[in-house]
């Protein structure tokens, strides 16, 4: 009888192992055909393989490649950014207590909404990323001055300055506040607080090499200030300053020309 169990509990583990190795090769396989198909161009039989994969391997090693591959056929290859959103919506599902990865994907998925028009969404992810402890001030303040122009989008001034206001000057990360303040002009701008406007971009100038890109868009937005207020000389002074140093010196140009002209 005792050889007998034994006999018994040998057979299970054997079949246990086989049926374990038999799983891993099979998960082995299907990931190599994966990569097979993707890098020979052939990316339906790729899409599909990482999609079972994803489906027959639950806990995998391999998902967040599949995921990412997946993602990559649907918006670099097919262009379908559609199809795309509910990809990384199961991926935020997914890797929600993964603080390295849950980042980048509200991130990518917040950009994406956007794209798609959809700006409520795309704010709640925004303020979602901002509220993550892993980010540092310099992280914090580009989400600040991305969900600074959803607000824009959808013509909310005062919320779009509110956020502004609350970047911090991150010494470590030269040029990401002043962003910021940048963007704060426009908004004031276009809510026709003009004298706070320029006081604010003269301050920037002032901080500044004339060289920089922060001196460089803070002179352009002030001519586009002055055109609006009439001022004909300073706002040629403004664009005359840059015309030689302004990345787009074809819209610097243009306005030259049309204010020489009228």
């Not at 790729?46 to 990559?72: Q, T, V």
Request: with cysteine; net charge negative.
């Amino acid at each position: 009888m005792f050889f007998l169990l034994r006999f018994f509990v040998l057979f299970f583990l054997i079949f246990s192992l086989q049926c374990c190795s038999s799983n891993t090769n099979s998960e082995s396989n299907i990931i190599q055909n994966a990569r097979t198909a993707f890098l020979t161009g052939e990316n339906i039989a790729a899409e599909n393989f990482y999609k079972n994969y994803l489906k027959d391997f639950p806990n995998g090693e391999y998902r967040l490649e599949a995921w990412e591959r997946i993602y990559d056929i649907t918006v670099n290859l097919r262009k379908d950014k559609v199809n795309a959103l509910p990809l990384l919506d199961a991926m935020l599902l997914e890797y929600a207590n993964d603080k390295k990865l849950l980042p980048q994907i509200i991130q990518k998925l917040a950009n994406l909404c956007s794209d798609l028009f959809q700006h409520e969404k795309s704010i709640e992810l925004w303020i979602k990323y901002i509220e993550l402890e892993i980010l540092t001030d310099s992280q914090r303040n580009l989400a600040r001055l991305q969900l600074s122009k959803e607000y824009l989008l959808l013509k909310n001034f005062d919320l779009a300055l509110q956020v502004l206001r609350m970047c911090i000057d991150d010494k470590d990360s030269e040029g990401v506040f002043s962003s910021c303040q940048i963007q704060e002009a426009q908004v004031l701008f276009r809510m026709n607080q003009y004298d706070a406007a320029i006081f604010l971009l003269l301050s920037l100038r002032s901080n500044y090499p004339k060289q920089s890109n922060i001196y460089l868009d803070a002179t352009f937005l002030l001519g586009d200030i002055f055109e609006i207020l009439q001022n004909k000389t300073k706002a040629i002074e403004m664009y005359e300053s840059i015309l030689e140093s302004y990345p787009n010196t074809r819209a610097v140009i243009t306005r030259l020309n049309n204010l020489k002209l009228n």
